[in-house]
């Protein structure tokens, strides 16, 4: 609840790629492809319109937002601005805790540089391609 809190403090929308799949772990590797069902982005972005910058948690929330989704949502969203942050996830080794949590520092600069206190934010994140059905 206190996470919760503070993205709503600072106007993050936070939202899956993903609104099911099946799996048979845990790992973004293991995402049954021919099972996916994307959530509805052109509906999210028009309900939010100051959406300006989407960050991606990983590649594979990235690789699935870019096959499925950008395509529908280009003409409409065009000036949307995409980044791939480095994955959140302990099985993401690549990086340590601390080079983790610089990287993701860029989305500061969007509080910091295009809103004031209590203005609307602009930023989307997706939180991960974490299914619905593993969150269960």
Same mark, same amino acid.
């Given at each position: 609840?206190? *996470?919760?809190?503070?993205?709503? !403090?600072?106007?993050?929308?936070?939202?899956?790629?993903?609104?099911?799949? *099946?799996? @048979?772990?845990?790992?973004?590797?293991?995402?049954?492809?021919?099972?996916?069902? =994307?959530?509805? +982005?052109?509906?999210?972005? $028009?309900?939010?319109?100051?959406?300006? !910058?989407? +960050?991606?948690?990983?590649? =594979?929330?990235?690789? /699935?937002?870019?096959?499925?989704?950008?395509?529908?949502?280009?003409?409409?969203?065009?000036?949307?601005?995409?980044?791939?942050?480095?994955? =959140?996830?302990?099985?993401?080794?690549?990086?340590?805790?601390?080079? @983790? /949590?610089?990287?993701?520092?860029?989305?500061?600069?969007?509080?910091?540089?295009?809103?004031?206190?209590?203005?609307?934010?602009?930023?989307?994140?997706?939180?991960? =391609? *974490?299914?619905?059905?593993? $969150?269960?």
């Amino acid at each position: 609840q206190q *996470r919760k809190k503070i993205l709503l !403090q600072h106007g993050i929308a936070l939202w899956d790629v993903l609104a099911s799949c *099946r799996r @048979k772990g845990s790992a973004d590797n293991d995402i049954e492809m021919q099972s996916i069902q =994307t959530n509805d +982005f052109c509906s999210f972005f $028009r309900c939010h319109a100051a959406i300006r !910058q989407v +960050f991606f948690n990983g590649g =594979t929330a990235e690789a /699935i937002y870019k096959r499925y989704i950008l395509a529908t949502v280009k003409e409409q969203f065009g000036a949307l601005h995409y980044q791939r942050l480095p994955s =959140t996830s302990p099985a993401f080794a690549g990086m340590n805790r601390e080079q @983790k /949590i610089a990287a993701w520092r860029v989305i500061t600069q969007y509080l910091d540089n295009n809103c004031g206190p209590g203005a609307q934010r602009n930023i989307g994140i997706d939180e991960h =391609t *974490r299914p619905a059905d593993a $969150r269960q």
